[in-house]
């Protein structure tokens, strides 16, 4: 088997240094689908990076199958953008944006696609979709108009993800159990990771790797199914949420490791070896119930809710303390509480917060997965 190792220039420092990001390459035995997989894109969520070192250990004892790039704290600027004790890196400081959000799609690619070559067979088809992404991605950074910072790094991660037919993006909510964004398509599959809490998500592209990576295939997909042909999705695309940010464990980062075993070796990608995971029960909701629970007032507060675990109607997610009411006669604290059953998967990272602060993200209506 041949491990190689690269440093992959993604920008330019204003002194002239090359900002550059680590590439593990496997080369695997020429069968099996190829997996790319990258972690730490937003700057304080370390713990994917614990999870890759992982992977690396066991992906040499058990070759993979197909080829297997890892990318391993893929985002230098955001990992170094620092204030005080904390790390800032979620939006370039410069512009403001998502460092999430800034990968490429064109939807008319795909319509383009479904009209001219609809009688082509899937390897064509497939062969001229990525061929027409990887010219757009070139063409954008080759602009005589220049790209943003966030773009070079961006579009130079997903020409690499472009080339796998499986795309792992991990992540961490900000104080957070663990969690994971499933498209929906790849429902049945989604409970091999091991992740208590599902989000089910469509085809829509908002700028993230996952769903740059799968919107493609999938309305590609839809689009030949309104012509009545049958088109499997042929890129599996996940966003991992594995805990807190700031927060690194490389022991429990094992058993997610072990989780993304699992799931590849249902994909064919890896060898078949004895994966010991603890059956755990596996909440999901759609996107569209994975809701925000924003503070009413502020004041400072107390999480009293376990993430995680469901939580009955009027039960308290948290107390919203007024330490400035102190001794005036007015009420000193309040309960927050929902009238619905909900699943509290992250909250808000301060104990101090103004008034509309999102302060929770809860599952609602939300079943088994
Ligand atoms: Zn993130």
Redesign the pocket.
């Known amino acids: 088997m041949t491990v190689t190792t690269q440093s992959l220039v993604v920008g330019q420092q204003a002194t002239g240094t090359d900002i550059t990001v680590p590439v593990i390459r496997f080369q695997g035995q020429g069968r099996g689908p190829r997996t790319y997989i990258q972690a730490n ?2 700057g304080a ?1 370390v713990q994917g990076n614990g999870v890759i070192h992982h992977l690396v250990q066991l992906f040499k004892t058990h070759p993979p199958f197909g080829d297997v790039v890892l990318v391993p704290m893929a985002n230098p600027l955001g990992i170094n953008q620092k204030s005080g004790e904390f790390t800032l890196g ?1 939006f370039d400081p410069v512009s403001g944006e998502n460092w ?1 959000r800034q990968y490429h799609f064109d939807p008319a690619l795909v319509q383009q696609l479904a009209r001219d070559m609809a009688d082509a067979s899937e390897q064509e088809l497939a062969q001229a979709l990525r061929q027409g992404i990887a010219r757009q991605i070139e063409d954008k950074l080759a602009s005589p108009f220049g790209v943003k910072s966030g773009q070079h790094l961006a579009l130079r991660l997903q020409k690499m993800a472009l080339e796998a037919d499986i795309v792992l993006d991990l ?2 909510g900000p104080i957070s159990a663990r969690h994971l964004y499933v498209p929906e398509y790849a429902r049945e599959r989604a409970h091999l990771f091991n992740i208590p809490l599902n989000i089910l998500i469509p085809s829509d592209f908002a700028g993230a790797m996952d769903e740059a990576s799968f919107s493609p295939w999938w309305q590609l997909s839809e689009a030949l199914a309104k012509q009545g042909r049958a088109f499997p999705v042929m890129v599996d695309a996940f966003t991992l ?1 594995l805990g807190s940010q700031e927060y690194l464990n490389v022991e429990d980062a094992y058993r997610d490791a072990l989780g993304i075993v699992r799931y590849l070796q249902h994909r064919g990608a890896l060898p078949k070896f004895d994966v010991p995971l603890p059956e755990m029960t596996q909440y999901a909701c759609y996107l569209d119930d994975y809701r925000a629970v924003y503070s009413p007032c502020g004041g400072q507060i107390e999480y009293l809710a376990t993430l995680g675990q469901p939580l009955a109607p009027g039960e308290p997610l948290a107390r919203v303390w007024h330490f400035d009411a102190l001794m005036t006669g007015d009420r000193e604290s309040r309960e927050l509480t929902l009238p619905e059953a909900v699943i509290p998967v992250l909250h808000f990272a301060s104990a101090s917060v103004r008034q509309g602060t999102e302060l929770f993200k809860v599952l609602s209506h939300h079943f088994l997965l």
């Open positions: 894109v937003h969520e979620r999430n992540h961490t949420e």
